[in-house]
């Protein structure tokens, strides 16, 4: 009987396997011999024609492969796509939905058994095994199959969309054949495709013996130094961009002059490899181990070593490499893109980041964002060799890219991209005037940061101050916790820079999908373990260090407001509370004296929605964070792509919830604002203005817009929709009556962008 260990081969070998036909080929061969069966065959989905063609068979006439195609509902295997159910005969034959196909030879099978490959509720294809005694194929049999074709139905559509982009490339299909991935960084990039890291790769390294070692270990020395060159002169291009930038050079730096890596190295050269097998074994080995870790974070650190391995490799194999010249904008595009890459294009011509590997928490995508470049990570693997040059769209909202467009697509998106900079420049004008509705409702529009990068922007955009200040990201990006006159020095920096605006600093929120690279916490369940101020409480020395440099930087600023995260309970605020108070008595015996500044309690752990007059006498204002609100509120973990679909920022029981905090705010006289990604949504803005919240909170991009939003509409207008949105069970209906009054208000153009 199949073997759970059978399982896990098959799928590990699909996985590892480079084309979409070498893929089946393995399915198919295994699937066969596992299942002793006499015919194991795959057909898959052809969007374009809505058909099933057979792809792949051990058993039957291989001359059939391409030729059957079966329309959805036709013949067994149509049926089993149509009703996305297990078929099973003893004589196929004689079922009523059988279609011949003489090319195939099937009349020799009689007992069969097919499952359909299912990803995301679409029939990916279906898997059939077949056998010529006539026998019933029993409930284990079944189970495995219907196990094997779940497990690979998301690398097969994968590796069917690659496959689509290789043969668009060869010309064989003209079509807008886009590829799916991760958004890294929002907005829309037209340009040439351009590999990053030149066409080097590990892949065309063989262990070859090394003729004279020290020839090798001289050339790898070189190489060394040109990388570090190389690093030095992308940390003096990059001057510009933020210290939090600029410490992931300080990251890569660190690889790059690791004793372990190198001495590494120079020891499997001095076994009698050539320099370049040397490193590619050593860099393999070193990134595994980070990239086979859960946490994404640690896995982003296997990309760091993957990059200064290939920028090694690259001075080994062209000694005299020259960087690119960049006449065009591009795409830069590769397994992985690193910050080295990213400093060598001239910003002005950097138009989008498209990664095979990689997650929105991997530095290139920080990077990107702080840029404003959009970026599509984790899009799998890609033909990069034959897409160099071709022309790319990168979709950074939808997470899509589109290799060799059609004329009408690009000329839609080069619509898109004038129509996004026209109305961008046509909101400059609203830059100094408020967010004010028409009839005389006021509320205050502020930025979300966390990189030094987003500053200017904000403050270019209007902002009135910055409502969310994450300080994890700083955290996040160094090799320790930083030290107290270190945050000092940053916090001092963002309050300086903003004065006399206010700004709200949230504390230390790591944990669930922030964790601290030097600081790893094994959790079953980190989004509801020791987060947030969960974990800062415990550890008393961390949180008054944070607490202390908040303080002193705020001293003859006075614009600091501090702000709680991930509060469950009124016990952590009176916790908080007492460690403020010897924080400031603290300095005061230093001789510092600091001033309270206000503190605020997240509103995004469900619980604190009952507590809300408790925690009015404890502190003076309320931020909503929606994105853990609304995790919590439906058990939608944020981050998991395979439940995105059900995170619905404007699910009735989020909107019911917004209205309870807010309502219940104003009786108690409590400010509150709104810091999620919600506050970026147009049709949600309208409900907000509808509730009341005193301020929101977005990143500088989506600001302008909102403030057009706002000065659109009148709030007795958004009240009444308020009042109907309350009625409505569904998502979708909120949605349609909002979006119906925005284009009703000819503001239609940003219901796309907004979500
Ligand atoms: C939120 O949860 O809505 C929020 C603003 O904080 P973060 O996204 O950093 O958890
Ligand atoms: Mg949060």
């Known amino acids: 009987m199949p073997s759970l260990g059978r399982l ?159 043969n668009l490339l060869k010309g064989r299909k003209k079509a807008n054949t886009h590829i799916d991935g991760i958004v890294g960084s929002s907005g829309i990039g037209i340009g040439k495709v351009v590999r990053a890291g030149g066409s080097i790769s590990f892949k065309d390294v063989d262990e070859v013996c090394a003729l004279d070692k020290d020839a090798e270990l001289l050339s790898f020395k070189r190489a060394l130094v040109a990388v570090g060159k190389e690093l030095d002169q992308g940390h003096q291009q990059m001057a510009d961009t933020p210290g939090d930038v600029q410490a992931i050079f300080d990251a890569y730096r660190l690889i790059l002059e690791s004793d372990d890596l190198q001495v590494a190295i120079r020891n499997r050269i001095y076994d009698g490899l050539i320099a370049p097998a040397a490193l ?111 022309s790319g769209i990168v979709d950074g909202y939808r997470g899509r890219v589109y290799f060799q467009p059609s004329s009408a697509l690009m000329a839609e ?29 006021r509320l205050s529009l502020m930025v979300n940061t966390g990189l030094l990068a987003d500053i200017s922007p904000g403050l270019e955009k209007g902002a009135e101050g910055i409502g969310l200040y994450r300080t994890e990201i700083p955290f996040m990006i160094h090799d320790s916790f930083p030290s107290e006159e270190e945050q000092y020095r940053l916090y001092r920096k963002v309050l300086k820079d903003f004065y006399p605006r206010p700004v709200t600093m949230r504390t230390l929120d790591i944990g669930g999908d922030k964790p601290l690279p030097y600081f790893p916490v094994n959790e079953d369940n980190p989004y509801l373990g020791w987060r947030g101020i969960r974990f800062t409480l415990d550890h008393p020395e961390i949180f008054s260090g944070q607490l202390r440099a908040m303080l002193r930087a705020s001293k003859g600023l006075e614009n600091l407001k501090i702000l709680l995260p991930m509060v469950s309970s009124v016990d952590e605020v009176d916790a908080f509370l007492l460690l403020l108070d010897k924080s400031v008595a603290s300095l005061k015996e230093e001789g510092v004296e600091v001033n309270r500044p206000p503190i605020g309690v997240m509103i995004e752990v469900p619980s604190t929605m009952f507590l809300l007059d408790f925690l009015a006498e404890r502190v003076d204002f309320l931020s909503i964070g929606t994105n853990d609100l609304t995790q919590y509120l439906l058990a939608v973990d944020r981050n998991n792509d395979q439940v995105a679909r059900l995170f619905s920022r404007l699910h009735p029981s989020v909107v019911r919830a917004l ?81 119906n009054a925005l284009e009703d208000a000819g503001l239609g153009g940003l219901i796309r962008s907004g979500v």
Do not use: W
Not at 76 to 94: F, M, P, S, Y
Not at 426 to 441: I, N, V
Not at 665 to 681: F, H, I, P, T
């Open 659 to 739: 209205h309870l905090i807010v309502e219940k705010s104003r009786k108690l006289d409590l400010n509150v604002s709104l810091c999620g990604e919600l506050a970026a949504d147009p049709a949600a803005v309208l409900l907000l203005l509808g509730l009341g919240v005193d301020s929101l909170s977005m990143n500088a991009h989506g600001l302008p817009r909102i403030k057009h939003v706002i000065r659109s509409f009148k709030k007795s207008d958004t009240e009444q929709l308020l009042a109907e949105a309350l009625k409505l069970g569904s998502e979708k209906e909120i949605r349609s009556l909002l979006n």
């Open 280 to 390: 590619k074994s050593v860099i393999e080995e070193h990134a595994a181990i980070f990239e086979e870790m859960d946490d994404p974070y640690f896995q982003a650190r296997g990309e760091d070593i993957r990059n200064i391995g290939l920028r090694i490799l690259r001075y080994l194999v062209e000694p005299n490499a020259k960087p690119n010249e960049y006449g065009q904008p591009v795409i830069l595009i590769g397994d992985v893109v690193s910050v080295s890459d990213i400093a060598e294009v001239p910003a002005e011509k950097l138009a989008g980041i498209v990664c095979q590997q990689g997650s929105a928490l991997s530095h290139t995508a920080i990077l990107a964002g702080a840029l404003g470049v959009p970026a599509v990570m984790g899009v799998g693997k890609l033909p990069l060799r034959m897409l160099a040059g071709q």
């Open 413 to 441: 998106y080069i619509r898109l991209v004038r129509q996004e900079s026209e109305f961008d420049r046509a909101l400059d004008k609203l830059r100094h005037l408020p967010g004010e509705t028409r009839d005389g409702y």
């Open 8 to 166: 896990r081969r098959i799928v590990q070998d699909v996985s590892g396997a480079s084309t979409l036909d070498e893929s089946l080929r393995l399915i198919s061969d295994q699937v066969k011999d596992v299942m002793s069966v006499d015919v194991c065959s795959i057909y898959l989905m052809d969007a374009d024609r809505g058909d099933l063609v057979l792809m792949c068979t051990q058993g039957l006439d291989p001359g059939s492969v391409g030729n059957v195609r079966m329309p959805i509902g036709d013949g067994l295997v149509g049926t089993i796509a149509e009703r996305q159910q297990v078929l099973k005969t003893d004589d196929a034959l004689q079922h009523p939905s059988f279609h011949y196909f003489p090319e195939t030879n099937e009349e020799l099978f009689h007992a069969f058994l097919g499952v359909p490959i299912v990803h995301y509720r679409q029939v990916v294809g279906v898997l059939v095994v077949q056998q010529q005694e006539s026998r019933q194929f029993d409930s284990e049999h079944e189970a495995f199959l219907v196990t094997v074709a779940a497990q690979l139905a998301g690398t097969l559509s994968h590796a069917i969309n690659s496959g689509k982009v290789s």
